[in-house]
């Protein structure tokens, strides 16, 4: 007699994956980055996830009794077993140390669930006889994508890892800061001061228009302030890791980065980019390019950062406009203020500072001098209400070429490459602006003389 295989599914891992969560709370940063409710192919397995999902987005306790009332309120308790079930997950459960390794049995038993659907839908597609080839190849490959999106995003990489397969794959080719009160050093001096260095707990949103350098003033800051000791992370939504590490090292070793990237480059310049490997492979700083993330999973692996490292000091995110929220809503400006709102509550929760790129609106470009301004902010209303700190990017030399200069402005001299970091709002102190020089052919910000910074 026939009998209909069950899809894969392993309900022993799912128990062990919830057992694991209700014995020890801290379990769950392991698993939430890549295992979702819908992974779970017993539904009680999934409402039961679901609860511990909801208690941790919420900051709230995650243990038995409160599991229990998480699905009593939502009506669910009595229909997965009581707390019967609830004790018998924690008791076949020996230790909670191996949550992981049940969590990633869960999810790939679900991708292979998902793979034989992705399957059923593609013969139903051949049986179509569609006329446009073409056109049904392209369905076919988005249902496969849509299997492979699902799959666990990546972690944290430490920057040593980075720069090594970067110098193995070129060979193929041819003092601790005190944590919990001291504020964090951008290593700009005259930044410092205006702001008494980065506080801990604090969101400070670095915003401009495109290509203005955002990215290599927060990737300036984290290499500035892991040299000082600082534990730094760094969610790239923009960049591949890789494409982060050679801005670093362009920086650090003072080369062009255009032709770095290409390895045109002579034996002085190759002796700096070695020093400056081992510089860098020493600095604590670690970087997750997982495009877009939601903000449940970077909550998560930063927090399961700080808990690996003791500490984090440090996290920058680039950029703001590019994280998903959680609420399933079409409203951008009320899911950029439930992402702004978790950025400033992780910032709290680890005590340490979190610098986030922005993007400014085009409204900007509609005024004679483009100077940027609170309202120019996309989505500006919770941006601004959120951030502690608002620092916006302003270079006259993108604004005016030197011609033009020289007619409206002739006492004062040409500011090539000289960038106004415009704080525009100051929740500790007053507002203002500073001056940096930006070196485009190394990607770095460098601090101006203190005479030239006198007379600006």
């Known amino acids: 007699m026939y009998t209909e295989k069950l899809p894969p599914h392993d309900i022993d891992a799912e128990e062990a994956v919830l057992g694991s969560l209700l014995i020890d709370s801290d379990a769950i940063l392991k698993v939430a980055p890549f295992l979702k409710p819908e992974d779970f192919y017993r539904d009680r397995n999934r409402y039961c996830y679901e609860a511990c999902i909801s208690l941790f987005n919420r900051n709230e306790a995650l243990n038995q009794v409160t599991v229990a009332h998480e699905l009593d309120l939502k009506g669910r308790l009595d229909e997965l077993g009581g707390p019967a079930y609830l004790s018998h997950l924690v008791s076949i459960i020996p230790t909670p140390l191996h949550a992981e390794h049940y969590g990633r049995i869960v999810n790939r038993t679900s991708t292979l669930r998902k793979l034989i659907q992705a399957a059923g839908e593609i013969v139903g597609m051949g049986y179509e006889g569609a006329a446009d080839i073409e056109a049904l190849l392209g369905r076919a490959e988005d249902v496969l994508f849509r299997v492979r999106a699902g799959q666990p995003s990546r972690a944290f990489v430490s920057l040593r890892e980075v720069l090594d397969q970067y110098l193995e794959e070129r060979a193929a080719d041819i003092g601790p800061l005190e944590r919990g009160g001291m504020p964090v050093i951008s290593g700009f001096e005259s930044l410092d001061q205006a702001l008494g260095g980065l506080q801990r707990s604090d969101l400070i949103i670095l915003a401009a228009r495109p290509s203005l350098g955002k990215s290599s003033l927060a990737l300036s800051i984290a290499l500035h302030a892991a040299r000082a000791g600082a534990v730094a992370g760094i969610f790239s939504l923009e960049m591949s890791r890789e494409q982060v590490a050679m801005r670093l090292l362009s920086c650090v070793a003072g080369v ?66 590019l994280v998903t929220g959680n609420s399933r809503t079409d409203n951008r400006v009320q899911e950029i203020g439930e992402i702004t709102r978790a950025l400033k509550g992780l910032a709290r929760d680890l005590n340490c500072v979190v610098v986030a790129a922005s993007q400014l609106s085009r409204a900007v470009e509609m005024r004679p001098n483009r100077r940027p301004q609170l309202s120019d902010l996309r989505e500006s209303g919770s941006i601004e209400q959120d951030a502690d700190v608002v620092t916006f990017i302003h270079r006259e030399d993108k604004v005016y070429t030197q011609e033009e200069w020289d007619q409206r402005f002739q006492d004062r001299p040409y500011p090539k490459n000289i960038a106004e970091l415009i704080i525009a709002k100051h929740r500790h102190g007053p507002t203002g602006s500073v001056h940096l020089y930006f070196r485009e052919d190394y990607v770095r910000f460098e601090d101006l003389p203190a005479q030239e910074e006198a007379v600006r």
């Open 256 to 321: 062009d980065g255009h032709r770095l990237r290409l390895g045109l480059l002579s034996e002085p310049e190759e002796r700096k980019v070695n020093d400056a490997v081992g510089d860098l492979s020493e600095l604590p700083i670690y970087i997750d390019d997982t495009p877009l993330q939601t903000i449940v999973e970077m909550r998560s692996k930063a927090r399961r950062l700080h808990l690996e490292r003791k500490g984090l000091d440090l996290l920058v995110v680039d950029y703001l406009q």
